[in-house]
Each structure stands twice: as structure tokens, then as C-alpha cells.
């Protein structure tokens, strides 16, 4: 069965550092690979998806995460992080042969220390 | 543009009253649907998801059932709620299309006494 792990729960970075949040999913082929993220008592939006094509992805917020197929990783990352990016980001994947069933990570929530 | 609705936001029940949850969608024709429930402290879990009107299926056994009575809305339901329902549930839309993007409600916030 297909599986995410999110092996950080909490991660704390100062305002102005940089983020990455790692993300592994159980090895499959033609993975669909989304991160998504969550401010406190809100739905989830959408950050970025890699579907295909430049491994590298530029979301929304000034995020980014690259596809490493040979590391089955799919890692989150920042530049410099601002106070409002505090909040629970969770990967998740789909699988092509399991039609579109999203399996999530358990979450990894970021605090933004001043 | 499509826009997702759950309502209510929040929502306190007693042990053993039924419950009806709402998701409606805007601005799209036969979307997959998709309901979550999501813990205290732990991630998502997918409950149910629907592929067309009155076609559900089940992920998981439990205290819960939905429906689906027209193409853009997808109701949860439960005729006697428990403990160990509550929490936040989240309703999500997608292209019919495998692997395509799925968009979240706001969520509702069930909270059983």
C-alpha cells in the first residue's frame, strides 16, 4: 500500500531562515506528488503538485520542492521564512493505478520564532 | 471560478444524536468528492468519495455514511454519534480525472460530549 511519512512533527526556524521539510512516500510508479498546507481551524490550500517533467517545482508563498525519484523523496523548501508561514504543511501522494485516492503524511508543523 | 462550501463551521453534539454535514461545490460539472476527517494531532484521513451522484464508496468502516443526492453536493451523515467522531472534517473536490488536484472546504469542527 502506498504510505507518506513526514519524519519531523515540529520544526522551529527563525523568521528570515530558511525552511526544509522532508517527505518520503513508499516506492510506486508514476507517483503524483502535492504539499499542502494549513493554517489553525482552516482547510487545507494547495502549495505546489509535481505531476511530470522539471523535477524542481515552484508553488505559491515563494515555496519550492524537488522530486528525487532515486531518494523517493519530495522535500519542502523556503528561502527565507516569514512569520505568516506558521502553520501544519502536509504532503501527500497519489498513485496512477490507485486512481485518485490522496495518501497523507502526518503533518509537519512549523513554528516561526521572531 | 469553483468554490468549495461546508457548513456548519462548528458544530457540538451530544453522544447518540445524529449528525448531517454539508459540502456543496460551485463553478464545476461532475467532480470527484471527497470526505476527511482529521484527529487531534494526527493527519488526514479519507472516509468516503464519490465518482457520480448516489455512488459512494467507503474507506473505512465506521460509525458514518454519505450520500450523494445531486452532481455538486456530498452530505456525512450519522444516526447516532460518538465519542470518537469528533474532530475536523474536511470535504474535497477534484476533476474526474485520475490524479488531478484536489481543492479543500474550510472544514467543519465536530465536537461529541
Known amino acids: 500500500a502506498q504510505s507518506v511519512t513526514q519524519p519531523d512533527i515540529h520544526i522551529t526556524v527563525s523568521e528570515g531562515a530558511s525552511l526544509e521539510l522532508r517527505c518520503n512516500y513508499s516506492?510506486?510508479?508514476?507517483?503524483?506528488l502535492f504539499w499542502y498546507v494549513q493554517s489553525p481551524g482552516q482547510g487545507l490550500q494547495l502549495l505546489l503538485k509535481?505531476?511530470?517533467?522539471?523535477?524542481l517545482v515552484q508553488g505559491i508563498k515563494g515555496f519550492e520542492a524537488e522530486f528525487k525519484r532515486s531518494q523517493s523523496s519530495f522535500n519542502l523548501r523556503k528561502p527565507s521564512v516569514h512569520w505568516s508561514d506558521a502553520a501544519e504543511y502536509f504532503c501527500a501522494v497519489v498513485y496512477e493505478a490507485a486512481g485518485n485516492k490522496l495518501t497523507f503524511g502526518g503533518g509537519t508543523r512549523v513554528l516561526v520564532k521572531p | 471560478s469553483q468554490t468549495i462550501h461546508q457548513w456548519p463551521a462548528t458544530l457540538v453534539q451530544p453522544v447518540g444524536s445524529p449528525l448531517s454535514l454539508e459540502c456543496t461545490v460551485e463553478g464545476t460539472s461532475n467532480p470527484n468528492l471527497y470526505w476527511y476527517r482529521q484527529a487531534a494531532g494526527r493527519g488526514l484521513q479519507l472516509l468516503f468519495y464519490s465518482v457520480g451522484i448516489g455512488q459512494i464508496s467507503s474507506e473505512v468502516p465506521q460509525n458514518l455514511s454519505a450520500s450523494r443526492p445531486q452532481d455538486r453536493q456530498f452530505i456525512l451523515s450519522s444516526k447516532k454519534l460518538l465519542l470518537s467522531d469528533s474532530g475536523f472534517y474536511l470535504c474535497?473536490?477534484?476533476?474526474?480525472?485520475?490524479?488531478?488536484?484536489?481543492?479543500f472546504g474550510p472544514g467543519t469542527r465536530l465536537t461529541v460530549l
Open positions: 516506492y510506486g510508479a508514476t507517483p503524483y
Open positions: 509535481y505531476f511530470s517533467g522539471d523535477t
Open positions: 474535497a473536490w477534484s476533476v474526474a480525472d485520475s490524479g488531478d488536484t484536489q481543492y
